[in-house]
C-alpha cells in the first residue's frame, strides 16, 4: 500500500504544523457487485492512526462511506525533533506504515 | 492575388494546420475539462500532494528506474530523467520508422518489447496507467501540440469522422454534445468540450485512475454504443483528431474529473 506523507521538514517548537496523509486503497464498500453478479467484500482502511516521537497524536476509525485512496489532513502542536509514524490496518488484516521525520528547533 | 491566395493555402496544409474555419471550437473558445468542474475538484487537481493521481505518478517514476525484460534494461538506462518533459504533447505520433499512430501507452509498450525485450503492459493495467501519468506529468502546463501532417494526417480523417459518426441507441456523435451543446446541463452535469488534456486522470465515479481510452469507452456506453477494444485503431484516430481539437490546451496530468 503506497502512501505519501506532507509535513514541514523543520519547525519551530510550540508551531501548529499540518499534517497531511493520502494513502492507495479501493475502500471497496462492501456493497458492490462484480461482473457475475458476485458481492465483493467489503475490504476498508477501518482504522489509521498517527505517532509523533512515539505518543499518538490522532486516530480515526474510517468505514466504508470514505472514497478510495483516503486523504486524512490534520494539525498537531511541534514539540520535539523526532518521527511522525502512521500506521493503518484494513478489513482484511493487511497492515501499512509509513514515517517522516521532522526537526523542531527553540 | 489568387496565385498568393493558393499558394498560402498550400503553405498552410504543408505546415499541417488545418483550416480555422474547420474547427468547431475556435482556439479561443477552448476551454479544458477542469473548467468545468466545481472549484472542490479543481483544488484537489491542483493540489500536487493531494490530488490522488499523483499516487500512479510516484507509481510510475519508480517503475521507471526498475530493469525489466530480457535486456535487463530501465526506462531509465536510456532515457534521461526530464527529458520527457514536452513528450506527452506531441501525442498520438506517426513512428517514424513503422509509420504506424501510436499514443503515449502505445509508444511505452512498442519501447519495452523492441527495445527492453520486455512483455507489454496490460491497456489499464495499473503499471501502464503509473508510466503514462509519469510521463504526461513532465508536460505539465505545455500546450497540445499534435500534429496532423504527412502520414498522420490520414488519421486524422479517419478519426474526424469516428467523432462525428452518429453511434448507438441514441444515435448521438460526439460532436452532438461535446459541439454542440457544451456548458449546458445534462441532468446534474454540465457538458464538457471533451477534451484529452488531463489524461490519465482521477475520475470521481471511477475512483481510481484511467486512460483516455476508458473515457472514451465511458461516452460510448453513455450513449449505448458498442464499446471497441482497448488499444484498436479506431480510438487511436480518434485521439489524434481530439489532440488537434484540443490544440493549445495545456497539458494537466494528472487531471481530477467527475
Redesign the interface.
Same mark, same amino acid.
Given at each position: 500500500m +503506497?502512501a *505519501?506523507i $506532507?509535513i514541514p521538514r523543520e519547525a519551530k517548537r510550540g508551531d501548529v504544523i499540518e499534517v *497531511?496523509i493520502?494513502i $492507495?486503497h479501493?475502500?471497496e464498500t462492501g456493497y458492490r457487485h462484480d461482473d457475475v453478479g458476485h458481492l465483493i467484500k467489503r475490504n476498508v482502511i477501518n482504522a489509521l492512526s498517527c505517532r509523533y516521537d512515539g505518543v499518538e497524536v490522532f486516530r480515526a476509525d474510517l468505514s466504508s462511506g470514505i472514497? +478510495?485512496?483516503p486523504?486524512v $489532513?490534520f494539525y498537531t502542536v511541534a514539540e520535539a525533533s523526532g518521527d511522525l509514524e502512521f500506521t493503518w490496518i484494513d478489513d482484511e488484516g493487511e497492515r501499512g506504515s509509513e514515517r517522516q521525520a521532522i526537526v523542531v528547533r527553540g | 492575388m489568387r496565385f498568393a491566395g493558393l499558394a498560402l493555402a498550400a503553405a498552410a496544409l504543408a505546415a499541417g494546420a488545418a483550416p480555422a474555419q474547420e474547427r468547431a471550437i475556435p482556439s479561443g473558445e477552448l476551454k479544458s475539462g477542469s473548467a468545468f468542474l466545481g472549484s472542490d475538484l479543481r483544488a484537489l487537481q491542483n493540489d500536487a500532494f493531494a490530488n490522488p493521481g499523483m499516487l500512479w505518478v510516484e507509481r510510475g517514476e519508480k517503475l521507471w528506474r526498475e530493469p525489466a525484460g530480457k535486456k535487463n534494461l530501465a526506462c531509465a538506462s536510456c532515457h534521461k530523467d526530464t527529458s520527457m518533459r514536452g513528450v506527452a504533447a506531441s501525442y498520438p505520433k506517426i513512428d517514424k520508422a513503422s509509420g504506424k499512430l501510436f499514443n503515449l501507452e502505445g509508444r511505452i509498450n512498442q519501447c519495452r518489447t523492441e527495445r527492453m525485450g520486455a512483455e507489454p503492459l496490460r491497456y489499464e493495467s495499473e503499471d501502464l496507467l503509473a508510466l503514462t501519468a509519469y510521463i504526461a506529468r513532465q508536460s505539465l502546463g505545455l500546450p497540445i501540440a499534435a500534429r496532423i501532417d504527412g502520414a498522420a494526417r490520414a488519421h486524422f480523417e479517419t478519426g474526424r469522422a469516428a467523432y462525428h459518426l452518429r453511434r448507438g441507441q441514441m444515435n448521438l456523435s460526439c460532436a452532438h454534445c461535446h459541439d454542440a451543446q457544451w456548458g449546458k446541463r445534462l441532468l446534474s452535469e454540465t457538458i464538457s468540450q471533451g477534451h484529452p488534456n488531463a489524461y490519465p486522470a482521477y475520475r470521481m465515479e471511477w475512483q481510481t485512475m484511467g486512460s483516455l481510452e476508458r473515457r472514451l469507452r465511458a461516452c460510448l456506453s453513455g450513449i449505448r454504443a458498442e464499446m471497441l477494444p482497448y488499444g484498436s485503431q479506431e480510438y487511436l484516430d480518434l485521439e489524434l483528431f481530439l489532440a488537434w481539437r484540443a490544440q493549445g490546451l495545456p497539458i494537466e496530468t494528472p487531471g481530477v474529473r467527475r
Open positions: +503506497a *505519501r $506532507q *497531511r493520502l $492507495q479501493p475502500m472514497s +478510495a485512496n486523504y $489532513q | -
